[in-house]
């Protein structure tokens, strides 16, 4: 059985998944990749570091989202948001989205941190100034829905 998802089933997938497809046009192409995304459900908030993908959504900032349930070929629920790129400039409104990264995307991070063989290197460390991600949220202007079940 086809069907299509309410609104209120689709919050909730968006909500309970973490990596979703990120569509944005740049000047010759339009191109879909995948992210790691936090969300409140009004918004969808991820971070990349400066280059073409934020250089597109900058120029272009009509973007789609996807995010997708599936368990088999014939069970399946697949959400599509339709939204605006907004770059997050204000310290204050950065240190929010960082601290929803934490509560929803750290728990699920694995990692060599939590290696209970790991070895620490105690000796000093070179530093090198990295760029600073753009943090960036998608305004959810529309979104749609739909499954199927078997």
């Not at 088999?72 to 240190?95: C, D, H, K, Y």
């Not at 790991?118 to 943090?135: A, F, L």
Request: aromatic share 6%; hydrophobic share 35%.
């Amino acid at each position: 059985m086809l069907g299509q998802l309410t609104e209120n089933q689709c919050r909730h997938i968006l909500t309970s998944n973490h990596i979703g497809r990120l569509g944005f046009h740049d000047a010759q192409r339009i191109t879909i990749i995948p992210i790691a995304y936090a969300t409140d459900a009004k918004h969808i908030y991820s971070h990349a570091i400066e280059g073409n993908k934020t250089a597109a959504m900058r120029k272009n900032a009509s973007v789609c989202f996807q995010v997708d349930n599936i368990d088999s070929l014939t069970n399946w629920r697949s959400v599509i948001v339709w939204g605006r790129f907004e770059e997050i400039t204000s310290p204050a409104e950065q240190e929010k989205i960082r601290s929803l990264f934490d509560d929803q995307l750290a728990p699920l991070t694995l990692g060599e941190t939590v290696s209970p063989d790991r070895v620490v290197d105690t000796r000093p460390q070179h530093v090198i100034k990295k760029k600073q991600p753009v943090i960036y949220k998608i305004v959810i202007e529309d979104i749609s829905g739909k499954f199927e079940k078997s």
